[in-house]
């Protein structure tokens, strides 16, 4: 039995049926919707990219992620709103989130949310 178990392992057990895998992608899913849902809320973003090793079973996670967007935010901000992995898997990300950090700071998100 191996001792340490990755996210990858676990997508991997998934895509080949195991049932309790896909159970916690499912779940890890319906986590990372309800975060996701309140971002879109705060934010009305353009587009949402998933990275890491879970897009490796984004057909599992992404419906999940999907089913909480449509439940839990607001219609007018997540109508036609694509979730889609990066393509840049091996790439980190911090620099999106420093151009975020970045335009919170300098009060630019903000004046956009009021204008709406």
């Known amino acids: ?24 992608l499912l779940k890890v899913g319906h986590h990372l919707g309800k975060a996701i849902a309140m971002t879109i ?3 009305n973003p353009q ?12 057909d599992i996670v992404f419906p999940a ?6 439940t839990q935010s607001l219609k007018k ?3 036609n709103l694509p979730v889609v992995a990066a393509e840049l898997q091996d790439t980190p990300t911090i620099g999106a ?7 919170m700071l300098n009060g630019v998100l903000l004046q956009k949310l009021l204008e709406e």
């Open 1 to 24: 039995m191996k001792e340490n178990i990755s996210v990858y392992d676990v997508c991997d057990a998934a895509l080949q049926g195991d049932a309790l895998a896909e159970q916690v």
């Open 41 to 43: 809320n705060l934010f």
């Open 47 to 58: 587009q949402i990219i998933i990275s890491g090793e879970i897009t490796r079973a984004k």
């Open 65 to 70: 992620i999907q089913r909480c967007i449509e």
């Open 77 to 79: 901000f997540h109508i």
């Open 97 to 103: 989130f420093s151009l975020v950090k970045r335009a």
